[in-house]
C-alpha cells in the first residue's frame, strides 16, 4: 500500500475516498502519514490536503531549482480553467442549480444529456468546451462522453457504475475550487483567461 500511495502522489495525483478508497483509509493512519512524509521529504516533497480535508496530494518543498516544471504544470492547468469553469456551470445548471458540486456528487450522464438537449445555452457551453479541448464530435452524447471521459483522465471525476453510466466528482474538485478563489483573490481570473490562445489547445487531442 506505501508503493501504490507513494507512486500516486509522485505522479501529481490526488488521493480521495471515491478514487483511491484503499489508499485514502491506509491515509488516516498518522503513523502511515508520518512514514509517507518522511520518504517525499527526501525527494523534496511533502504532503498536503485540500482545506475541506478531501483529498490529499504532494508538493514540491522547494520550486527554484524547478521553475520550469512547475510553469509547465500551472500552464496545463490554466489553460484546462476555463472549460472547467464551464463544465461546472453547466452541469450545476442541469443537475444541482441550488449548489455548486461537491467530492462525492454524482453526475448521470443521460440525465445530463437530456437537459443539454432542452436548453440551448448549454448546448453551446459544452460545444465550446470540446472546441478548446479539440474534440471533433458532433452528437451531444459523443461530445458529453468525451468531456466526461477527459475530466476522469484528469481525476475529477471516477466512473461509479458503467452501466448506468454514472460518474461520480473527486475530492480534486476541492483543490480546483482552493486555486480558482486563490486566483481570484490575487485578481488573475481575468488576466489569465485573456492570455489563452483562441486557438484549441494542443495538450489533449481527442479523435
Not at 475516498?17 to 493512519?29: I, R, T, V
Not at 496530494?57 to 520550469?68: I, K, M, P
Not at 472547467?84 to 442549480?97: D, E, G, K, S
Request: hydrophobic share 40%.
Amino acid at each position: 500500500m506505501f508503493e501504490s500511495v507513494a507512486r500516486e502522489l509522485l505522479q501529481g495525483g490526488f488521493i480521495c475516498e471515491y478514487s483511491k478508497p484503499d489508499e485514502w483509509k491506509a491515509l488516516k493512519d498518522d503513523d502511515f502519514r508520518r512514514r509517507l512524509n518522511d520518504w517525499l521529504r527526501q525527494v523534496d516533497m511533502v504532503l498536503l490536503i485540500t482545506t475541506t480535508n478531501s483529498a490529499w496530494y504532494a508538493v514540491w518543498l522547494s520550486v527554484d531549482t524547478r521553475a520550469s516544471s512547475v510553469d509547465a504544470v500551472f500552464s496545463k492547468q490554466i489553460l484546462n480553467f476555463r472549460p472547467m469553469i464551464q463544465f461546472l456551470n453547466l452541469t450545476m445548471q442541469a443537475l444541482h442549480p441550488d449548489k455548486s458540486l461537491q467530492p462525492g456528487d454524482a453526475i448521470p450522464m443521460l440525465q445530463l444529456q437530456n437537459a443539454l438537449e432542452t436548453h440551448h445555452s448549454l448546448r453551446d457551453e459544452l460545444r465550446q468546451i470540446c472546441t478548446v479541448w479539440r474534440s471533433n464530435k458532433e452528437t451531444i452524447s459523443e461530445q458529453l462522453l468525451t468531456v466526461l471521459r477527459q475530466l476522469q483522465k484528469d481525476g475529477y471525476l471516477v466512473e461509479a457504475n458503467k452501466e448506468r453510466q454514472i460518474y461520480r466528482m473527486t475530492g480534486k474538485i476541492s483543490w480546483f475550487y482552493e486555486l480558482a478563489d486563490f486566483l481570484a483573490e490575487h485578481q488573475k481570473i481575468d488576466e489569465m483567461i485573456q492570455e489563452l490562445p483562441d486557438e484549441p489547445a494542443t495538450g489533449d487531442l481527442f479523435s
